[in-house]
């Protein structure tokens, strides 16, 4: 089973739109990264999100961190097809040494 | 510009060959990590290794194996014994935490 989970799996929405990914752990988060990934290409890092309740924002991209319910969620603002890619949520646990990452949700952006 | 560098980008192989993955970093990470990624799943765990000469099997290592001499470099053979080895290849290294990603290598058997 995997300690990350994401949703929705896919995600299709009009340019312009709003929308939000959810990511849920099934363990204590010590933190949480994001990433996007166009298709066949390596991870691009987003954030990181180290503390309950922190916030980041880049450009259009927010992202929240809620330790007490173990999730973090992105949303974009406004999206445009240049935010189409995977959006991955990954996070270190204690007895792991290396980061677990959930499924990805894919975003696709009509024009 | 530091970076992973993962060659080739796309690579064939025969049914019974061994292939392997290059990876190799200038970024002075300790840390160095292989990632499987299949279409629908989440990244998972080949191998990492931690420090120079030592290395740890992750979730699913059977019919894959690395070698750590160097710390610039981890490369992944993947044997004949990998059963179903198409799929795509991340590496990645790490310090502090933050993990910087190669750009990958597609495997596909032919």
């Known amino acids: 089973s995997q300690e990350l989970e994401q949703s929705p799996q896919s995600l299709i929405v009009q340019e312009g739109k709003n929308l939000t990914i959810n990511c849920t752990s099934s363990?204590?988060?010590?933190?949480l990264y994001w990433y996007k990934q166009k298709y066949g290409e390596g991870l691009i890092f987003l954030m990181m999100?180290?503390?309950?309740?922190e916030e980041k924002s880049h450009e259009k991209i927010t992202a929240k961190l809620d330790e007490k319910k173990q999730q973090s969620s992105l949303h974009i603002t406004a999206s445009q097809p240049s935010h189409a890619g995977i959006y991955l949520c990954?996070?270190?646990?204690?007895?792991?040494?290396?980061?677990?990452f959930g499924a990805g949700t894919r975003l696709t952006v009509k024009p | 510009d530091g970076g992973i560098t993962q060659s080739p980008k796309y690579l064939f192989r025969k049914e019974g060959q061994n292939v392997t993955l290059s990876c190799e970093q200038n970024?002075?990470?300790?840390?160095m990590y292989w990632y499987r990624q299949d279409p629908g799943q989440g990244l998972r765990l080949i191998y990492y290794?931690?420090?120079?000469?030592?290395?740890q099997k992750g979730d699913i290592a059977e019919g894959y194996s690395v070698s750590r001499e160097k710390k610039e470099s981890f490369p992944l053979t993947v044997t004949s014994a990998q059963k179903n080895p198409t799929a795509f290849y991340l590496c990645?290294?790490?310090?502090?935490?933050?993990?910087?990603f190669g750009s990958g290598t597609r495997l596909t058997v032919v």
């Open positions: 990645a290294s790490s310090v502090m935490g933050g993990y910087t």
């Open positions: 363990k204590t988060l010590y933190g």
């Open positions: 999100l180290q503390k309950g309740g």
């Open positions: 990954g996070a270190p646990y204690f007895n792991n040494n290396d980061m677990r």
């Open positions: 970024l002075n990470h300790d840390a």
């Open positions: 290794s931690q420090i120079v000469n030592d290395f």
